[in-house]
């Protein structure tokens, strides 16, 4: 029988077929392969009695996967940033969206809380990631602005929602559907940060077809298995200037005759994005570093 794992809890992994969703226990021959199954993963299981328990058999080839949090077959992420309370955190959407395209996931960014924007935060920062070729959708719970928008690029597919604690990801997934029950959370104004509010990473079916992610949150972006090169290629910005760097290998930084620096100078490419991809340059600089030491 095949299915998808859709929710794991102290070892045991509820997945979801045709017939019923079934209890399985991983066979112990995944732990001596040190294989880990994941929320996502489309396996194969035997049910071995009347009570509906089973074994996953087997774990089918994955199309992508991410390690923090362990989930499996994605289609796309929506990165999710409020426009106040807390601030918007660009070069946390900036990581993640590196993440989403060396993982080959789809990115998507919303931009929330667009009912608390009293100057126009949302237009100037929707325009940078517009600009860079990103999808952008504006919501707000309140009125629910956008709503619609963001149920139409999640039909039919499985998505992961990630951002900041506090950005309303609970908030956007009770509007979208309301029987989901999500627990949701305030800020905190004394650290400008929301509570966390998940607990464990589970797969929810959405009426309109397709899967969404509830996860406790992508927690820091740890980037430094990329190289620097992988990096700058991820910057879809930066694609329209390939081959015209007066260096074949251009890093777009301290390089003469570098065609983005020019861009950036003519305001063609966003100075925010710029400055985030020259720190994300160093870490993972660092990381190489630490690496050859």
Request: charged letters at 25%; proline letters at 4%; aromatic letters at 8%.
């Amino acid at each position: 029988m095949k299915g998808v794992i859709v929710k794991g809890v102290g070892g045991l992994y509820y997945v979801k077929t045709e017939s019923g969703v079934y209890p399985c226990r991983a066979r112990g021959r995944f732990r001596k392969d040190e294989i880990i199954p994941m929320i996502g993963d489309r396996v194969e299981i035997d049910v071995v009695n009347e009570r509906g328990e089973g074994f996953i058999k087997e774990i089918l080839p994955r199309d992508n996967f991410m390690i923090r949090p362990p989930v499996a077959n994605i289609d796309q992420v929506i990165a999710v940033f409020s426009v106040t309370n807390p601030d918007p955190n660009l070069l946390y959407v900036d990581k993640l969206l590196l993440m989403c395209h060396t993982s080959g996931i789809c990115p998507v960014i919303c931009i929330n809380k667009i009912d608390l924007d009293e100057k126009d935060v949302a237009s100037y920062y929707g325009n940078i990631y517009i600009k860079a070729g990103y999808k952008v959708v504006f919501t707000s719970t309140v009125n629910k602005t956008g709503i619609g928008e963001l149920i139409g690029t999640m039909k039919g597919k499985v998505s992961a929602m990630a951002g900041p604690s506090g950005v309303g990801k609970s908030s956007l997934l009770n509007a979208i559907q309301p029987d989901l029950n999500l627990k949701t959370g305030d800020v905190s104004y004394k650290a400008n940060r929301g509570k966390h509010t998940t607990k464990h990473v589970e797969l929810l079916e959405l009426k309109v077809g397709g899967y969404i992610l509830d996860t406790p949150g992508f927690g820091a972006i740890d980037l430094s298995f990329l190289t620097r090169a992988e990096v700058a290629a991820s910057y879809p910005e930066f694609k329209a200037y390939q081959g015209q760097c007066r260096f074949v290998d251009c890093l777009h930084i301290f390089e003469p005759g570098c065609k983005v620096k020019e861009a950036l100078q003519a305001g063609e490419i966003s100075y925010e994005r710029y400055q985030n991809y020259t720190r994300i340059q160093e870490e993972v600089k660092a990381a190489e570093e630490r690496r050859y030491d």
